[in-house]
């Protein structure tokens, strides 16, 4: 996983939490809203499901039935595994978002930064292939609902893993790529780097492995989703540092262009007739009395130095 947080293009004050709340607030709601306004074609994400599928078993990846019969069969194990589906997701990732920025500051920003941009590289993959689930696929696919066969011991329905009546406000054919997946990987990769405690960071490598057995047991994704979600991660972990840097360079520009000029200084202007000029030898200055002609000394040609304001007993 490319180092996506360990340095930052500026090192620029701590976040505000009522500057960070609003903006991730912004962008999950940009993700669920994008989820909610793509065209669910369901032939479509129907075949491209089936074709994960094949490929999954022409590759012999297909660990999703056996995990699937497993959760199917055991519901001490499959009731615990749509729990952990059904929350984790919304549960986990925030708190290792809160934790970063009260423990971690200096790799706050950037975390936050690559999760934002691959959730919506994620949304990307959704408008572009959208997919359906295995557990959406005609019954003799041999899949099983694990979600609509445990929903009396949850808050979720028959539909999706959203509460009861709500699962038409989701899309249920967004499976590629898992982002399930995908943050379990984030949660993870910083548990594992900045965690110092070793529990701590053997979740970080415990939870995106329970995720994916999770994701594919309870036919929600196929092994396939579960790589792609990676990927996004790997793609948004690079675009990290070109994101902020075009993010500084924006704050910069709109910083300048609100910023008041800077004064001008104007020079004060001398109170003195003649500071700053000079005369020449007999040149008269207004209001300034000349020596008379008897004055002169003539063997210098200069005025005597005896003054008018010299007393007349000096003259």
């Known amino acids: 996983m490319p180092h996506a947080t360990t340095a930052t293009p500026s090192s620029g004050p701590r976040p505000r939490w009522w500057t960070e709340l609003p903006l991730i607030a912004v962008v999950y709601g940009l993700y669920s809203a994008g989820r909610l306004l793509v065209r669910e074609d369901v032939p479509a994400a129907v075949e491209h499901g089936l074709a994960i599928l094949r490929l999954e078993k022409s590759l012999h990846l297909n660990a999703e039935h056996p995990l699937n019969r497993l959760l199917t069969a055991h519901p001490s194990l499959g009731i615990p595994a749509d729990f952990a589906y059904a929350s984790l997701h919304y549960l986990v990732t925030p708190a290792v978002l809160i934790w970063l920025f009260r423990r971690r500051t200096a790799v706050y920003r950037a975390a936050r930064t690559w999760l934002m941009t691959s959730t919506l590289l994620g949304l990307v993959g959704f408008t572009l292939m ?63 780097r900045h965690g110092r405690h070793p529990l701590v960071r053997a979740a970080g490598v415990a939870y995106p492995l329970l995720t994916v057995l999770v994701v594919m047991g309870t036919a929600n994704h196929y ?63 207004p209001g300034r009395r000349t020596p008379s002609a008897d004055s002169i000394d003539a063997s210098t040609g200069f005025a005597a130095q005896a003054s008018d304001d010299a007393p007349a007993a000096a003259r």
Request: charged share 10%.
């Open 130 to 192: 959208p997919t359906c689930p295995p557990r959406l696929l005609d019954a003799h696919h041999g899949f099983v609902d694990t979600m609509a066969q445990y929903s009396a011991y949850g808050w979720w329905g028959a539909g999706a893993s959203a509460p009861r009546g709500l699962s038409g406000m989701t899309n249920q054919y967004a499976a590629m790529p898992s982002l399930h997946v995908g943050w379990a990987l984030w949660c993870g990769v910083l548990l594992w």
């Open 223 to 285: 092994f396939l989703d579960a790589v792609a979600g990676a990927a996004v991660m790997a793609v948004g972990a690079l675009l990290t540092r070109p994101f902020m840097w075009i993010a500084d360079g924006v704050k910069g520009r709109v910083a300048a262009l609100f910023a008041r000029p800077p004064a001008v200084a104007v020079p004060m202007r001398s109170t003195i007739v003649s500071d700053g000029c000079k005369t020449s030898a007999g040149e008269r200055i």
